[in-house]
């Protein structure tokens, strides 16, 4: 079972800021938080991830709470290209079977024009 | 630097029938993945693949469903016979190692008739 809570839809409207939640109260220490997205009939595309501090890309800024039991992804400027379902999950960064990708169902970001 | 290409985009069979799925990695990545979509749901992995190695194979159903990897670069995932409920999209991904992010193709379309 995925290990993430998120909305399941989410409106933004274009050029605006889409912040999209996610909580994993039960995230341990060794677990980094992962966003991917998926537009409409394609692959998933990697984002962003983080451990405890935030961090910023040429795609988004990933806000990490201090207790780590939540994350925000901030798109600044969303575009309509940005419409995707968008996953937050949890996972650990070492060796073997245990570190795997385990997706939810997302939230479906849908900007408006 | 090119993508995870994956062929064919969309196959149509009927149930019983074997069907074959093929992934090519980006170039020097030694872990490969495959998962199935189910429409409406988040991916789920079926095996995992540390060069020519299985990492992780516990969600694959063994009893229809193989992959191998051979030579450790492209990697090939049948199903035989194929049942309904293997309508799906089966995505490769691939990433440099077990601790990089994952990168996803645009994945094979299968409809059981």
């Known amino acids: 079972d995925a290990k993430t809570t998120q909305p399941p839809s989410m409106d933004c409207a274009e050029g605006r800021a889409a912040n999209l939640p996610c909580n994993h109260s039960?995230?341990?220490?060794?677990?980094?938080v992962y966003w991917y997205r998926q537009i409409h009939s394609q692959g998933p595309q990697y984002i962003i991830h983080?451990?405890?501090n935030n961090e910023t890309n040429e795609m988004a800024s990933l806000i990490i709470t201090e207790d780590r039991k939540s994350s925000t992804l901030i798109l600044p400027h969303a575009t309509l290209r940005d419409t995707a379902v968008y996953y937050c999950i949890v996972r650990a960064d070492y060796g073997g079977a245990t570190n795997k990708l385990i997706f939810g169902t997302g939230t479906l970001l849908a900007v408006q024009p | 630097e090119a993508g995870v290409a994956q062929s064919p985009r969309y196959k149509i069979i009927e149930k019983r029938q074997s069907v074959a799925f093929w992934c090519n990695p980006i170039?020097?990545?030694?872990?490969l993945y495959w998962y199935q979509q189910i429409l409406g749901q988040g991916p789920k992995l079926l095996i995992q693949f540390q060069n020519n190695g299985v990492v992780d194979d516990s969600q694959l159903p063994k009893d229809r469903f193989s992959a191998e990897r051979l030579k450790g670069v492209d990697s090939t995932l049948k199903i035989q016979p194929a049942k309904l409920e293997d309508s799906a999209v089966y995505l490769c991904?691939?990433?440099?190692?077990?601790?990089?992010?994952?990168?996803f193709g645009d994945g094979t379309r299968l409809s059981i008739l």
């Open positions: 983080g451990l405890k």
């Open positions: 039960t995230i341990s220490g060794n677990e980094y």
């Open positions: 991904a691939s990433s440099k190692t077990e601790n990089q992010p994952q990168h």
């Open positions: 170039s020097g990545h030694a872990t």
